[in-house]
């Protein structure tokens, strides 16, 4: 018995002293975030020369859409052919099936049945040999989901914040093309500007293509904080969040709100209201370090959700966030980001040299499944801004940080997983 009680005891002292380690590790990183920040701000208070013109962003735009990276819905196809949406669903299908692999009660799921509970839903039977699509609008922050479901799928034990089911966070306004309807008929299979999967048909009102058109190209507000309260009436309690980035057509100004618009009908709008205290913008941010640095500043502390669940960003929809506030269109995606930008290449040997010679928050750094932003040096150590969602100590303890944080690449350094620095893959960079 003495012996089980010294057991017991001595569990919960190792416990307590990991744990401490752990709050104490992400309290430093925290805390240099902080001072690098500080500093980075002094730094670049009368950095204001333009680094990207406004013509070099459209440019670097167009090029992602030509890479099909970012999709202009207005320039898709009237109609899709069955075999090519069928295959879009089956493609998810399989993924489904194979990453799956747990449910939310942490429950293996046999291959066989990974796919039961979505299959039937997502209507395959249902289409037809040509399916005209419908144009949309956002009505509700919302959810993009790989089935039309709500349920909750991990490709790891124990992986509660990575749901693989979801896809992308939709905010009102957000314009869709829906190709498809579910079995139920409670979802629509509908492309994003960014990705494809299903959005719960309460919250999205079909329009015709000439109303999301006119919406579209009308003038914009821009949201430059991290987020913005959008309020249903003015003076009311009733409001939701637009979040950084976020392009918003309103009608006008007066001296308390932004009357920013929702379409009813193709000549009906619904007003909501923005206070004129929020943090917009008439325009899209000049690309200068000093805008650059104070966007980043924002951002700091921001919480990691996986595929932008409840509102928060990833690794890479941090970014595409981050770098809307200036009008420049990075994908959804990790992977998709790097690919998109123009890769500079290195040897091995040389990775830190490379790394030292890039220009400040235009280039990027990936390691497989995770994206940094290159934002120069301190004390001549490379730095980067991210949204990291955890590495481990030398002795393998995995540390949990989730959230946007300045750090210098040596994360992981001397643990299995090896440091972030010797993770990196790709180099690419905007310009």
Same mark, same amino acid.
């Given at each position: ?8 005891? !001595? ?28 500093? /980075? ?9 333009? #680094? ?5 962003? %459209?440019?670097?735009?167009? =090029? ?50 990974? *796919? ?11 289409? %037809? ?13 919302? !959810? ?14 124990? *992986? ?49 293509? %000439? ?24 003076? !009311? ?60 500043? %924002?951002? #700091? ?23 809307? !506030?200036?009008?420049? *269109?990075?994908?959804?995606?990790? /992977? ?15 990775? #830190?040299?490379?790394?030292? =010679? ?37 002795? *393998? ?35």
């Amino acid at each position: 018995m003495k012996k089980l009680i010294f057991y017991i005891l !001595s569990c919960l002292i190792l416990l307590s002293m990991t744990y401490s380690t752990k709050r104490q590790e992400v309290q430093r990183i925290y805390k240099n975030s902080i001072l690098l920040a500080q500093d /980075m701000l002094e730094n670049s208070k009368d950095q204001t020369n333009v #680094l990207l013109s406004r013509y070099q962003i %459209k440019r670097f735009n167009r =090029k992602m859409t030509k890479q099909q990276l970012i999709i202009d819905i207005l320039d898709l196809p009237s109609s899709y052919k069955k075999k090519k949406l069928k295959r879009f669903i089956k493609n998810d299908i399989e993924y489904i099936k194979l990453a799956g692999r747990y449910n939310k009660y942490n429950h293996l799921i046999p291959l066989e049945k990974r *796919d039961l509970e979505f299959k039937r839903n997502m209507n395959v039977e249902g289409l %037809k040999k040509k399916n005209h699509v419908q144009y949309g609008v956002i009505t509700k922050n919302c !959810s993009l989901r790989l089935a039309p479901s709500y349920e909750y799928r991990m490709a790891k034990e124990n *992986d509660f914040h990575f749901d693989i089911l979801q896809v992308q966070f939709l905010q009102r306004g957000d314009a869709v093309v829906v190709m498809h309807r579910s079995y139920d008929k409670k979802w629509y299979f509908a492309q994003t500007q960014y990705s494809r999967g299903w959005i719960e048909q309460q919250n999205i009102r079909i329009l015709d293509k %000439k109303t999301v058109e006119k919406y579209l190209s009308g003038k914009k507000l821009i949201v430059t904080g991290k987020k913005v309260k959008v309020y249903y009436k003015p003076g !009311s309690h009733g409001y939701y969040y637009l979040y950084m980035g976020k392009a918003i057509p309103f009608a006008k100004e007066d001296k308390h709100y932004y009357h920013i618009l929702l379409p009813l009908s193709h000549d009906q709008f619904e007003t909501n209201y923005i206070p004129v205290k929020e943090d917009t913008s008439r325009k899209y941010l000049p690309f200068t370090r000093k805008n650059l640095v104070i966007q980043a500043v %924002k951002m #700091l502390g921001e919480r990691y959700g996986w595929g932008g669940e409840n509102g928060d960003t990833d690794c890479s929809s941090f970014f595409t966030r981050f770098f809307k !506030s200036f009008g420049v *269109d990075l994908p959804k995606g990790s /992977m998709y980001q790097i690919k998109g930008l123009k890769r500079v290449r290195y040897r091995e040997k040389n990775k #830190l040299d490379a790394i030292n =010679k890039l220009t400040p928050f235009q280039s990027f750094l990936y390691k497989p499944g995770h994206i940094m932003l290159y934002i120069g040096t301190y004390n001549e150590v490379p730095l980067v801004l991210h949204n990291v969602w955890k590495y481990r100590l030398p002795d *393998d303890t995995k540390i949990i940080i989730g959230s946007v944080v300045i750090t210098d690449l040596s994360l992981g350094n001397d643990s299995s997983d090896g440091s972030f620095f010797q993770q990196i893959t790709r180099i690419g960079r905007l310009y």
